[in-house]
C-alpha cells in the first residue's frame, strides 16, 4: 500500500529541545517536502527536496532543517524549537514522472513547543 | 509571487444546499490544480486534480470543480450536501516549472447543519 509515514503523530516538547520529525515513504519517490499547517494560513510549504542530496527552502525555512540522505526518509529537524513552531505538520512525497501527478500527504504530525 | 486565494474562510450551510467554493491562482503560465479535504482529525484527502482535457473536472463523493483559465479560477462545486461533508477544504496549484511543490491557499471550512 502506498503510504507517507511521519513520526511521532504527537508530540510536546519544551522550547530549545532539539527534535526530529522523520518522514518515509514507500513509492519511491523523487519529490518530498514538508508543510506546515496554522489556522488561517493554509498550507505552507517549509522545504523541499527534488532526489537525494538535493534540497532547498520552501516558503517559511526559518528554524528548521532536513536532509535527504537517501530517496525513501526525508526527516524534519528542529534545531531549538520555539512556541512559534507549534503547528500541525505534513510531510508528502510525489514521483518526477509527470508534472501533475498526485501528491501523497503523511497523516501529520502535531507538534507543541512550550 | 505565486498564490492561491479562496473567498471564503468559512461556510456554514444546510443539508441539501448546494455549495460553491471559490478558489483563484496567480500564475501566468500551465498549472496543475487540485483540491483537498481535512475531514476533522485527519489527514489531507485529494477531492479532484486538473492536468489538462475537459476543464470541468469530477472527484469523489459527488464534488466537481470547473476550470476557467481566463478568470484563473477553480472552483469547488457540489449540488447537495450532507452533513459528512462537514471538513476543511483547501485549493492547491502546482506551477508547470515548480515541480512537486504546491502552493495552497488558506482554506475553507464547511459546517453543515443536520
Known amino acids: 500500500e502506498a503510504q507517507v509515514t511521519q513520526n511521532p503523530r504527537y508530540l510536546i516538547t519544551v522550547t530549545g529541545k532539539k527534535l526530529t520529525v522523520t518522514c518515509s515513504q514507500n513509492?519511491?519517490?523523487?519529490?518530498m517536502s514538508w508543510y506546515r499547517q496554522d489556522p488561517g494560513l493554509g498550507l505552507r510549504q517549509i522545504y523541499y527536496s527534488m532526489n537525494v542530496e538535493v534540497t532547498d527552502k520552501g516558503d517559511v525555512p526559518e528554524g528548521y532543517k532536513v536532509s535527504r540522505k537517501e530517496k525513501r526518509n526525508f526527516p524534519l529537524i528542529l534545531e531549538s524549537p520555539s512556541p512559534n513552531q507549534t503547528s500541525l505538520y505534513f510531510c508528502?512525497?510525489?514521483?518526477?514522472?509527470?508534472?501533475?501527478?498526485?501528491?501523497?500527504f503523511g497523516e501529520g504530525s502535531w507538534l507543541t513547543v512550550v | 509571487a505565486q498564490s492561491v486565494s479562496q473567498h471564503n474562510h468559512h461556510v456554514i450551510l444546510s443539508e441539501a444546499a448546494s455549495l460553491e467554493l471559490g478558489c483563484n491562482y496567480s500564475?501566468?503560465?500551465?498549472?496543475?490544480l487540485f483540491w483537498y479535504v481535512q475531514y476533522p482529525g485527519q489527514h489531507l484527502q485529494l477531492l479532484l486534480k486538473?492536468?489538462?482535457?475537459?476543464?470541468l473536472v469530477k472527484g469523489i463523493k459527488g464534488f466537481e470543480a470547473e476550470f476557467i483559465k481566463s478568470k484563473f479560477s477553480f472552483n469547488l462545486r457540489k449540488p447537495s450536501v450532507q452533513w459528512s461533508d462537514t471538513a476543511e477544504y483547501f485549493c492547491a496549484v502546482n506551477a508547470y516549472n515548480q515541480g512537486g511543490k504546491l502552493i495552497f491557499g488558506q482554506g475553507t471550512e464547511l459546517s453543515v447543519k443536520p
Open positions: 500564475y501566468g503560465g500551465t498549472v496543475n
Open positions: 508528502a512525497s510525489r514521483s518526477r514522472q509527470g508534472s501533475g501527478n498526485t501528491i501523497y
Open positions: 513509492m519511491n519517490h523523487e519529490y
Open positions: 486538473y492536468f489538462s482535457g475537459d476543464p
